[in-house]
């Protein structure tokens, strides 16, 4: 379970992310919407442990930093590496065991895999960041706009990969659209001037 408590975010006075408590299960797909500017990168880096802030952000009784992986567009890949051995690096695992990872394969092929990062589009490095994050076994999983900038094949990859962990992590999606996910969503959430509350059941939002 993931419970966050009383979090806050400043820089200087202007508040981006105002006194949010929630209690999320740790199962699911969970979604965070809200226009671009609300604060939902911000929320999600305070809770991947990025940003300093009030409150607490807690797996259960234990920080949850321990407990989360995370992708971001503005997450550094290291350019001189291949992509698996950034990922290798990452997950702290072999390259034999990373390029035969079945979440790994669902969204890189072996050819990308053996080039350097350097050469990747930014849908590409999206690509790898997000293959991190579902293979990390980490029990919690934050996406900032997964979606965005992924070509036909990554948006399969990413539902397959969604579809995969909803019954046993919990993913907490922030993005403005929340059309692509709605039918997966367990939970949904709007942020709004940096106050979060939740909506209505998801299915109700696809009607």
């Known amino acids: 379970m993931l419970r966050i408590t009383n979090l806050s975010k400043s820089y200087g006075r202007r508040r981006v992310v105002i006194n949010v408590n929630l209690v999320v299960p740790s199962t699911g797909i969970h979604l965070i919407r809200g226009e671009n500017g609300t604060g939902k990168t911000t929320l999600l880096k305070c809770l991947a442990g990025l ?8 797996w259960y009784k234990s920080d949850l930093r321990d407990y989360v992986s995370a992708a971001f567009d503005d997450s550094a890949v290291h350019e001189r590496l291949t992509g698996l051995q950034n990922l290798s690096a990452l997950l702290d695992i072999p390259r034999h065991q990373a390029i035969v990872h079945p979440i790994i394969r669902t969204f890189l092929s072996r050819e990308l895999l053996s080039r350097r990062s350097s050469s990747y589009s930014l849908g590409q490095r999206k690509k790898l960041k997000l293959a991190a994050a579902f293979a990390s076994g980490r029990p919690c999983i934050l996406l900032d706009e997964p979606n965005a900038g992924l070509d036909d094949h990554g948006r399969r990859a990413l539902r397959q990969a969604l579809e995969s962990a909803e019954a046993s992590t919990c993913v907490i999606v922030s993005d ?6 709605g039918d997966l969503a367990s939970s949904t959430f709007t942020i709004h001037r940096g106050k979060v509350r939740p909506d209505r059941e998801p299915e109700a939002l696809l009607r």
């Open 51 to 58: 940003h300093r802030f009030t409150g607490e952000a807690t």
């Open 176 to 181: 403005h659209d929340y059309s692509v996910y």
